[in-house]
C-alpha cells in the first residue's frame, strides 16, 4: 500500500488534509436514479483531501489575498447575452427562496429566484452577510472560482471517483456514507431538508441552510459532510450515465468524460459545459431530491454557482 506524506495546515488556515490510501471500489449505484449507473469497479490512486469543504472565512482569506471576484460579482457580458436586459446581466446568483405553501416539485422556478447582489459573502443578497457564518460552507462559487482558490493553496479540485472513494470510507456497496439506513437509530446523519419541500423546514439542528462545516459525525475516513450541507465541484465532465469501461483513475482527469458530451441535450442552444457535482445539500429531501448520498451525482453549468454547492479540494501523494 502507498502512503502519502500528509500537509500541514498552513498559516492561512487550509483545510486539513486526510490521507486517502488508495484501492478499488465499487462506484456508482443501479439502486436509486438513472444517472448513477451502472455499478462498476473503479482503481483510485492514493491521494489527499480536504477534512470539510472550504468555508466562508477560508474563501475569505484567499479573496484579501488575491483580490479575486468570483462569476457572481462579475456582470454578464453583454456580447454574449445580448437579448438581456442591463438589470439582467447585473451581478447575482440564484438563491433558494422557501415558498408559502405546497407547490408543484416539478416548477424549481417557484423556489429558486435570481437574486441581483447575492455571492459568497452576501448569500442571500445585498441585505445578507457571512457574519457569524465563517464556519459554514462557502457558496455561490462557479467551477472557475473553486479552481481559482485550490491554485492559490497548491491543491486541485477531485475527480468524481476520488470523491466517491473517500466519501463511502471505506463501506462498499452502502447506500449512505455511513451504513444502509438513512436515519440510524433515528439519529441525524447529515445536513438535509427536515419537512415538506421546499415550504416547511423544522431545521432541528438550528440552521435552516448551510451548517457550520463539523456539525455532523465524520465517515469512517474522517471526513466531514461527505452528504448534504452543500452539492461540491468535481472535475470531470457530466455524462448521463457511467463509463463503466473507463475503470482506472490515478489522476483527477483519468475518468473524465468528453466536454462535448456534457452539454444540456434540453437546451441545444445553450453552450455552456457542466460538470459533476456530488454530495447533496441541505435542500435535499426524500420526496424530492434523495442525494445526500455517495453515489449521487448531478450535472451544473460551469459557470453557475447556486445557494446550495459549495467545494472541497485534493492533493495527489509526492
Known amino acids: 500500500m502507498t502512503l502519502c506524506k500528509v ?20 462506484m456508482g449505484s443501479d439502486d436509486h436514479y438513472p444517472e448513477e449507473g451502472p455499478t462498476h469497479v473503479v482503481e483510485v490512486a492514493p491521494f489527499l483531501i480536504e477534512e470539510t469543504p472550504v468555508t466562508n472565512g477560508q474563501f475569505r482569506a484567499f479573496v484579501r489575498d488575491t ?46 429566484k435570481w437574486t441581483p447582489g447575492a455571492c459568497w459573502k452576501r448569500p442571500e443578497g445585498p441585505n445578507s452577510s457571512i457574519k457569524g457564518r465563517e464556519d ?5 462559487v462557479a467551477f472557475e472560482d473553486a479552481q481559482a482558490y485550490a491554485h492559490w493553496c497548491g491543491r486541485e479540485m477531485p475527480s ?3 470523491w466517491e472513494y473517500a466519501a463511502r470510507g471505506g463501506l462498499e456497496g452502502m447506500a449512505y456514507c455511513w451504513g444502509r439506513e438513512a436515519a440510524p437509530g433515528r439519529a441525524r ?15 432541528s439542528d438550528g440552521h435552516p441552510r448551510t451548517a457550520p462545516v463539523g456539525t455532523y459525525p465524520p465517515n469512517n475516513f474522517g471526513l466531514f459532510d461527505m452528504a448534504g450541507n452543500v452539492w461540491e465541484w468535481t472535475n470531470d465532465w457530466y455524462a ?45 429531501a426524500d420526496e424530492y431530491c434523495h442525494r445526500y448520498r455517495p453515489a449521487a451525482r448531478r450535472p451544473q453549468m460551469v459557470d453557475t454557482g447556486m445557494s446550495h454547492i459549495g467545494f472541497r479540494c485534493v492533493q495527489p501523494c509526492q
Open 189 to 203: 446523519m447529515a445536513k438535509f431538508y427536515e419537512g415538506a419541500f421546499p415550504w416547511h423546514n423544522s431545521a
Open 136 to 140: 459554514h460552507p462557502v457558496v455561490h
Open 240 to 284: 448521463a450515465r457511467h463509463d463503466s469501461e473507463r475503470a482506472c483513475c490515478t489522476s483527477p482527469a483519468g475518468r473524465a468524460a468528453k466536454i462535448e458530451g456534457s452539454y444540456d441535450p434540453a437546451q441545444p442552444q445553450v453552450r455552456i459545459p457542466r460538470r459533476v457535482l456530488k454530495g447533496g445539500s441541505f435542500l435535499c
Open 67 to 112: 483580490g479575486y471576484r468570483t462569476v457572481a460579482e462579475r456582470p454578464l457580458e453583454e456580447a454574449n447575452f445580448p437579448e438581456l436586459s442591463d438589470e439582467e446581466r447585473s451581478p447575482g446568483a440564484l438563491v433558494f427562496f422557501p415558498t408559502q405553501g405546497p407547490v408543484d416539485l416539478r416548477e424549481f422556478g417557484r423556489w429558486w
Open 160 to 162: 468524481e471517483a476520488q
Open 7 to 26: 500537509s500541514v495546515k498552513s498559516r492561512l488556515g487550509l483545510t486539513s488534509l486526510v490521507e486517502i490510501a488508495g484501492g478499488a471500489f465499487l
